[in-house]
């Protein structure tokens, strides 16, 4: 995208996917000056939207712009769009964008609302819209930041962040992403940007498992600060950098989405804490808790890269039943006794202690021993 290209005064936007996220999104760039078409996969909630302009489904008592309109016909909703705003689960995303591939309009930008990981490829949503639309990189841009959306569409005060490769993209992406009560900041790092949204929602599940078996405040402060270095030290290992997991779509999205109830994240927990099963937590959210799909495939990315996540790996144990909520305690946790541990686990120079040193060093050698058995 050049930096000279201009933005129409009304531009025409859609959006994929009428969740409560897609939904309010559209709220927002309705609210910001675009024309935007929502996409409903069902027929009766895209009249509902468009007549009613209403999502009763997902945002109850919420008012809808009159510059919103919604379609069931994903061809119409693509025909004229100049930007594309993608909300579905990341689960389905890639089998939804290889029918839609042929219809988005040459050229234009296309940017992730999403906030997951693909089981069996461990791809970034990004990286799923490149791989199957085949589109240049700098096309496509990611939101993220703390964004629960219904207090968005109820026009409570906050911020976003939007990435790109590209910044001129990230720039005009943001333009039409800001209004009187959401801004959206820029930034290039889409590693960092998109594996914040993505580590948060495992954070905030054990933050609700906790949570619902009756562990206090200190409990979940020390989950939720330990569980910020397991983010960034994930998200540096993949080239993310670390700068971007202290801002809006690290820190700030694991406050919000480890704090509220109105998290499905941080609610799948609680249900968790509270002795309900997995089958029956699923079972029992109206839309999809992205961090119960994303455990698996974090877990293994993190081995991949030798990186301790014992956070992450106590929710998995979990959800497979092979803990007791009641038991969790990841903040406890280490992959070292030997003695006391800094508060850094993946970069040594930062940590004057010891321990983390030996744990880097051990996790390096069986990494060695493990190729030299496979090879």
């Not at 990611?142 to 964004?147: E, F, L, Q, R």
């Not at 562990?215 to 993310?240: H, Q």
């Not at 994303?294 to 293994?300: E, G, Q, R």
């Not at 991949?304 to 106590?314: L, S």
């Amino acid at each position: 995208m050049s930096r000279t290209r201009s933005i129409p005064v009304r531009p025409k936007v859609t959006v994929l996917g009428a969740g409560s996220w897609g939904t309010t999104f559209s709220k927002v760039l309705a609210d910001g000056g675009s024309d935007v078409t929502l996409w409903a996969r069902r027929p009766e909630l895209a009249k509902e939207i468009r007549e009613a302009k209403r999502n009763s489904d997902y945002l109850p008592g919420v008012n809808l712009p009159v510059s919103l309109t919604a379609t069931s016909d994903v061809a119409s909703a693509l025909a004229e769009a100049q930007f594309v705003f993608v909300s579905i689960p990341s689960q389905s995303l890639r089998s939804n964008l290889v029918e839609i591939k042929e219809l988005i309009p040459e050229g234009v930008p296309v940017i992730s609302l999403m906030k997951g990981v693909e089981k069996g490829t461990g791809l970034r949503m990004s990286e799923v819209l490149e791989q199957v639309l085949e589109f240049d990189r700098d096309r496509i841009a990611v939101a993220s930041g703390p964004n629960l959306a219904l207090e968005i569409a109820k026009e409570q005060p906050t911020a976003a962040v939007v990435s790109s490769t590209s910044l001129e993209t990230a720039e005009a992406v943001a333009k039409v992403a800001t209004n009187r009560y959401f801004r959206s900041f820029i930034n290039q790092d889409v590693i960092g940007t998109e594996f914040g949204g993505v580590l948060k929602n495992l954070i905030a599940v054990a933050i609700g498992i906790v949570d619902g078996v009756g562990y206090g405040e200190n409990t979940k402060a020390s989950i939720i600060t330990r569980g910020l270095v397991e983010m960034t030290d994930f998200a540096v290992a993949y080239g993310g950098h670390p700068e971007t997991l202290s801002g809006l779509a690290g820190l700030g999205d694991l406050i919000a989405t480890s704090g509220s109830s109105l998290s499905r994240n941080n609610t799948a927990g609680r249900l968790l804490g509270q002795g309900y099963s997995f089958a029956d937590v699923v079972k029992s959210m109206q839309q999809t808790a992205e961090g119960l799909a994303s455990v698996a495939p974090v877990l293994a990315l993190a081995a991949a890269k030798g990186v301790e996540m014992p956070i992450c790996r106590q929710v998995a144990e979990v959800l497979a039943g092979t803990l007791d909520p009641k038991d969790i305690a990841p903040h406890l946790t280490t992959d070292d006794e030997s003695g006391p541990q800094g508060e850094r686990t993946l970069d040594a120079r930062e940590d004057h202690g010891r321990g983390a040193l030996r744990g880097s060093l051990k996790r390096a050698l069986d990494q060695l021993r493990h190729r030299r058995r496979s090879s």
